[in-house]
């Protein structure tokens, strides 16, 4: 109760095979660039993006559109801030709209001002930040207060990318409830039994995860 389950959707075939799922939610992903869409989805954006179209026009259950590489690319350098918002615009029909920073290069002056012109088009506005330069909590912090309601986070901070050099995770999901419940943020989630998770989580895998409450403890 009180959880949703979304499948990952890449193409056509995939959306088929979540049709026949009890998945609630769909989840669908293109580039802001045509260097990181090629690589990564054989694809090219205008291809990427018509592809999304026909995903959302055929889906059944609610839909969320995640735009990668928003705030940077590691082919392409700095991305239009207008070429993501353009996207943004063009999937406003979508249940949701989730800018990623798939490499970690944003800073929260970067994710403030597109979170706010995304938010402008109305809709539910999501953030999904990796923290491998330090900066993915104040990132996700910066999206909040400019109009995010969804954060997307992992346990321990599991996760990275196979195009971003040295990469690390995502942002721990039980450090970023730590930091949003400190500031008076409600998210729901039970912070002992999360960290009781990522403990089991790094005894499973046989490795520290890059998470730091785990290991600090809560201070009281």
Known sequence: EGVEYSGLVLNDQGHERLKATPLGRVNCTLAATETFSQRNANASVVESAARVERILAA????ASITISVAFGCPFEGRVDPGAVLALAERFRAADEVVLADTVGVGTP????????????????????????RNTGYANAVAALEAGATVLDASVGGLGGCPFAPRATGNVATEDLVYLLEGDGVE????????????AWLEEQLGRQLPGQLV??????
């Open 59 to 62: 889906a059944d259950r609610p």
């Open 109 to 132: 002056r970067q994710v403030r001002e597109l979170t706010e012109l995304v938010a402008a088009l109305g809709g539910t506005v999501g953030g999904h930040f990796h923290n491998t």
């Open 187 to 198: 998210t729901g989630v039970d912070l002992d039994e999360l960290l009781r998770v990522t």
């Open 215 to 220: 290991r600090a403890g809560r201070p009281f």
